[in-house]
């Protein structure tokens, strides 16, 4: 695709389940981050890949969070045992190797209930 | 960390210029300054980004003075449709690493009345 594509786009669950979030990154671009953003505030990084090298976690904001990325290109960002509180919109960004600008993707909302 | 100011929100009108001036006292060398706007349920997108000096392109500017300490993103000529958020990131550390952190700032609502 043209852009940076998550899924899905509209996440509901339970308080305590496991869900998995999903980035396709734009083809080509070696760095993918995640952010996420609750409701009327700014972006809090949370993690970031640059190609196939081991990613720092220190931005996870708990260790219930956990992201990975295969072969260089999807990443599965991973909440376990999800709380109130990690209800937010994550979002995803993409970059090629040459320039730090980041191409985002349209966001998976999540609510916890 | 290099961490970012902005002012929370601004006000202007059509047709007039907007400067956004964001501050960044503990840039690292490598760091770019770069400019994001985010429209309601939408991702940002990036606007433009720098080094050093002045960087122009079609849609804005960016100021940057020579400690690179602030910047200021500048709006020519605003419309209703630059309704938005803008925010300035600086990462820290090198952005090739995987130990790199990018900072948002909290960002800065623009209004644009008619």
């Known amino acids: 695709g043209a852009g940076v594509s998550q899924s899905p786009s509209n996440k509901v669950t339970e308080k305590g389940k496991d869900v998995e979030l999903r980035c396709d990154p734009i083809?080509?671009?070696?760095?993918l981050y995640w952010y996420r953003q609750s409701l009327g505030q700014g972006l809090e990084f949370l993690i970031y890949f640059q190609g196939n090298s081991a990613p720092d976690k220190s931005g996870l904001p708990s260790d219930r969070f956990s992201a990975e990325r295969t072969g260089g290109s999807v990443s599965t960002l991973t909440i376990q045992r999800t709380q109130q509180e990690d209800s937010a919109v994550y979002l995803c960004a993409s970059s090629s190797p040459v320039r730090p600008e980041q191409f985002f993707g349209p966001g998976t909302r999540l609510t916890v209930l | 960390l290099a961490k970012t100011t902005q002012p929370i929100s601004m006000d202007s009108y059509e047709g007039q210029e907007v400067n956004i001036t964001c501050s960044h006292n503990n840039i690292a060398t490598n760091d770019y300054i770069t400019w994001y706007q985010q429209f309601p349920s939408q991702g940002p997108r990036f606007i433009i980004q720098?080094?050093?000096t002045k960087v122009t392109n079609e849609v804005a500017s960016l100021f940057i003075p020579a400690d690179r300490k602030s910047s200021t993103l500048s709006l020519p000529r605003v419309s209703l449709s630059d309704t938005a958020v803008y925010y300035c990131l600086v990462g820290d550390g090198d952005w090739m690493d995987s130990s790199y952190k990018l900072i948002f700032g909290s960002g800065t609502r623009l209004l644009v009345r008619p």
């Open positions: 720098g080094y050093k």
């Open positions: 083809s080509g671009h070696t760095a």
